[in-house]
Nanobody, 111 residues
Framework: VQLVESGGGLVQPGGSLTLSCAAS????????MSWYRQAPGKERELVAT????????NYGDSVKGRFTISRDNAKNTVYLQLNSLKPEDTAVYYC?????WGQGTQVTVSS
């Protein structure tokens, strides 16, 4: 049972990235899924959540209007689209579901 994130990288301010989190070993369609992030020296914070069916989403105040969470239950994958990126979005991004954490993917926003 595992969650594996991918898609992080270095991007300039104002740029975009799409993160993916592939689940295996669990019945993915049963679970709400979330993205968190943790910047150096800061606590891990909730970025976005999507319900099991994808019918409802919620976002942290700092990313509302810029980030979009989505999922494809046929592919056992949850996504996070990051737009209008700012330097303060620099962090390790983690997905979470069914009490599991992925290993994280680094997003760095810098010119």
């Amino acid at each position: 049972v595992q969650l594996v994130e991918s898609g992080g990288g270095l991007v300039q301010p104002g740029g975009s990235l799409t993160l993916s989190c592939a689940a295996s070993g669990l019945t993915f369609r049963w679970y709400d899924m979330s993205w968190y992030r943790q910047a150096p020296g800061k606590e891990r914070e909730l970025v976005a959540t999507i319900t099991a069916t994808g019918g409802s989403t919620n976002y942290g105040d700092s990313v509302k209007g810029r980030f979009t969470i989505s999922r494809d239950n046929a592919k056992n994958t949850v996504y996070l689209q990051l737009n209008s990126l700012k330097p303060e979005d620099t962090a390790v991004y983690y997905c979470r579901g069914n009490g599991l954490w992925g290993q994280g993917t680094q997003v760095t926003v810098s010119s």
